[in-house]
């Protein structure tokens, strides 16, 4: 039984949304970064924020308008809990970078909650809670982040009414490169660069290849994969608020990779290879791109995580 | 070697396109119906159409406008032949069917070709000769049918330049029913009745979806495949040309149907099934509905046809 004063302290993944052609409904985890959160329980119901780290002081501090807040609080309100909790969330990564640094903050908020009362829910369940977080955070309630960073691996929202994410398989060989330029794109200033309504033909074109990488990661067609890594509806838009985009595209098929895109709504990009060598490579060259603008950045090279948040203490 | 006055009479079947989530992009092909083709070699270049039976006298005898005539012409001068050839068609399906009728006499017409030529050609470089023949009898160069027809199975086109088409694992269980009714709508009109653009948001629903019925015919998910047959993009305002449609639907779901929706560009509607028995009913179902308002129909039950167009004689 849980008692005040119980402590929990959780990691959960850093996420690419959107992976070129699954725009809002294709999702991974990487092994770095991530956010870190401690959780403690109290006599005192709710929760509250006691610290946030790394963030520069720009997050709320209020709990209704932080993500890992809302994802707890809505938690222990559905378990009916009797206790409350203070939390202190350890960024990793800014918010505005692209790496689903709300969904991170609150999967961890969430699992850390369920985990120290036990596990009364599974992971299905807790994601009403996420999306409920990324609607407070972000102002729309996108499951993609939160999906990936929960289950770990690579993962598809198939519907929103009812919720459904399916995982799919990930080929062995299958790396990832982000680099995180320090620049900010806001989610919602990203979302605002996008057309409501989009050619039919570009919808057609986008789908198939969207079941073109589903297809080549069920099979472990790497072939298939890369060709398929084409986004004909965000990153036209999107790619403008990147700069030097188009040479860190360049760069990942001049270095091997399969291919790459913006992470959610930038300004991190991704790629995909089937080396680490290469993974790493590509890494270094985006750097160097971004050095030459004056723009530092850090760059995360990983297999794709399949695990999910994990407590660590 | 060939010679003249040598015959071959072949079947390419119908097939049905689009298949709710996959506007453009969707195929499979079914048992019946499906159009035969009588070829003899000339000594005269080119390729004359001696007959059309079965289309009521609608389709036209110039070779130009006909798309079998059209797709064997440009496979003729493709392998440089010394002979022509003259063509009769039997039609088992009207044009404007939405069975892809025009796509199954030109399947037929280079298939017979290539096959009495000893079969200089694979099917996949025979494919943009059968591109040409739907542009030319349709007005627009779209691949759903004609590669359905072609390979046979359950096709995704992942992309147009450079064409690629993709075939998709069939469960074992799966049922095609498919009702004709008796009604005409034109492709050109039933592709004029759709916007040019759509919602963002329709256009991610309708790709999810397609993701997760390519995962259910991946991994033989029934329950998926059933939940991932909507179509956000056509059926909207294509099912305004179908007399019934809303009743033909719920007959699907009402008799143990996974979904269905328009074939093709209409009229004919499909529905899947995990069973012969429930095929049948939801065809004699359909047909009842049709009967009621004094439209006439023809059912067709079928597993997916795997194997594509075949020598009859």
Redesign the interface.
């Known amino acids: 039984m849980v008692k005040i004063g119980d402590k929990i302290k959780v990691f959960a993944p850093a996420t690419v949304a959107n992976v070129a052609c699954?725009?809002?409904?294709?999702g991974f985890a990487i092994d770095q970064p991530g956010d870190e959160l401690d959780l403690e329980i109290t006599a005192e119901k709710g929760v509250r924020i006691k610290d946030i780290t790394g963030d520069g002081g720009v997050l709320p501090r209020e709990a209704e308008k932080n993500s890992a807040a809302v994802a707890i609080l809505e938690f222990l309100q559905h378990i009916n809990a009797d206790f409350g909790c203070d939390i202190v969330i350890h960024k990793k990564m800014p918010s505005g970078s692209g790496l689903g640094s709300s969904a991170a903050s609150a999967v961890a908020g969430v699992f850390a909650a369920n985990s120290i009362f036990g596990a009364p829910l599974s992971k299905e369940e807790l994601l009403p809670f996420l999306l409920s977080a990324e609607d407070a955070a972000c102002g729309s309630a996108i499951a993609d982040n939160v999906a990936a960073s929960l289950f770990g691996g690579f993962i598809?929202?198939?519907?929103y009414e009812p919720l459904?994410v399916?995982q799919?398989p990930i080929p062995e060989k299958l790396y990832a490169t982000v680099i995180f330029p320090h620049l900010t794109v806001l989610t919602k200033e990203a979302r605002e660069i996008?057309?409501?309504?989009?050619?039919?033909k570009?919808?057609?074109?986008?789908?198939?290849?969207?079941?073109?990488l589903?297809?080549g990661l069920?099979t472990s067609d790497y072939g298939?994969i890369s060709?398929?890594l084409k986004d004909y509806?965000a990153e036209p838009y999107r790619s403008k608020l990147i700069p030097g985009f188009d040479d860190l595209k360049k760069a990942i098929t001049a270095n091997g990779g399969l291919g790459g895109s913006i992470s959610g709504s930038g300004p991190s990009v991704f790629a995909l290879s089937t080396d680490k060598d290469i993974a790493l490579k590509i890494g270094e060259e985006m750097a160097k791109i971004m050095k030459a603008r004056n723009i530092d950045s850090d760059i995360y090279v990983s297999k794709v995580n399949t695990q999910g948040p994990k407590v660590i203490e």
Chains 1, 2 share one sequence.
């Open positions: 699954g725009f809002d409904v294709l598809l929202v198939r519907s459904e399916i799919l996008l057309p409501k309504e989009i050619p039919l570009d919808s057609l074109r986008q789908s198939a290849n969207l079941g073109g589903i297809i069920q298939l060709r398929s509806i």
